[in-house]
């Protein structure tokens, strides 16, 4: 069952949606602002987040980034602000849907129900397969000369990753410092000691899905935004790593 945490300062909204949600067969817990938040997100995990942007004690964009960089929650902003900069810097910070009051709850429900469904369809293990054929987003192997028009970018710059046909997706700062890890050198595996270091400042722990579920994540929002798979490949027993030819912003530079 999803666990889904709503946070609105708002006492009858808030009340009128958690009780909607628990009828549709969430687990579903109500928090009036950040602080309440973390005291939930610490008795145990969420596989959603509805959050209000105006709350009392911390804005909700704060509240987003905070989230995205130690949790692997989705995140459903749901607020007054229609702007489109509001709802560019929601998107940025991590939150994977923006919605408008006023809304009907059918939609919210939706919109769980569709997150749940991308992150159990990321989690799946692939089935055996033959070998697919070439596609205008696969390249050359890491280890062979790189040719800047068959390779991915990486942004580190403008914080975005580019396939080599399609479209920039942006990075979150955590995105970014888990690619950075991993493009650096790439084709070579990066142990998720070091991963969980450079993200939280803490050693990892092996009951930890943290890592994973932010790669599950990066896939889904790399692969809808470009149409390109991200080749970020799980190495067993040691962490992941970057298995496409890549370049980076700064390389580029040099090479103009």
């Known amino acids: 069952m999803a666990r889904i945490i709503v946070v609105e300062d708002e006492a009858d909204l808030r009340d009128d949606l958690v009780e909607y949600l628990d009828r549709c067969g969430f687990e579903v817990l109500g928090a009036s602002r950040g602080a309440e938040l973390d005291r939930l997100l610490e008795a145990g995990p969420a596989d959603v987040i509805v959050l209000d942007i105006n709350l009392p004690d911390e804005d909700g964009f704060s509240v987003a980034r905070?989230?995205?960089?130690?949790?692997?929650?989705a995140i459903i902003m749901l607020t007054a602000r229609s702007g489109l900069i509001d709802r560019v810097i929601?998107?940025?910070?991590g939150a994977d849907v923006y919605l408008v009051k006023p809304v009907d709850f059918r939609e919210v429900e939706a919109q769980v129900k569709a997150l749940m469904r991308r992150m159990q369809k990321a989690a799946a293990p692939s089935p055996a397969a033959e070998p697919a054929p070439a596609s205008p987003c696969a390249a050359a192997p890491a280890d062979a000369r790189v040719d800047s028009r068959k390779a991915w970018m990486f942004d580190d710059i403008e914080w975005r990753i580019q396939p080599p046909t399609g479209s920039a997706v942006p990075l979150t700062a955590t995105e970014y410092k888990?690619?950075?890890?991993?493009?650096?050198?790439?084709?070579?595996?990066?142990?998720?000691?070091d991963i969980s270091i450079?993200?939280?400042?803490?050693?990892?722990?092996?009951?930890?899905?943290s890592i994973d579920s932010l790669v599950r994540r990066l896939r889904i929002k790399v692969e809808e935004r470009s149409g390109c798979a991200l080749p970020v490949q799980a190495v067993h027993g040691v962490g992941y790593a970057f298995v496409g030819p890549v370049v980076t912003s700064a390389v580029e530079d040099s090479a103009g």
């Open 198 to 209: 450079a993200l939280t400042g803490r050693d990892w722990d092996p009951y930890s899905r």
């Open 90 to 93: 929601g998107l940025e910070l």
């Open 178 to 193: 888990f690619l950075s890890l991993l493009v650096t050198a790439p084709g070579e595996a990066v142990s998720r000691q």
């Open 66 to 73: 905070r989230v995205r960089a130690s949790s692997s929650a």
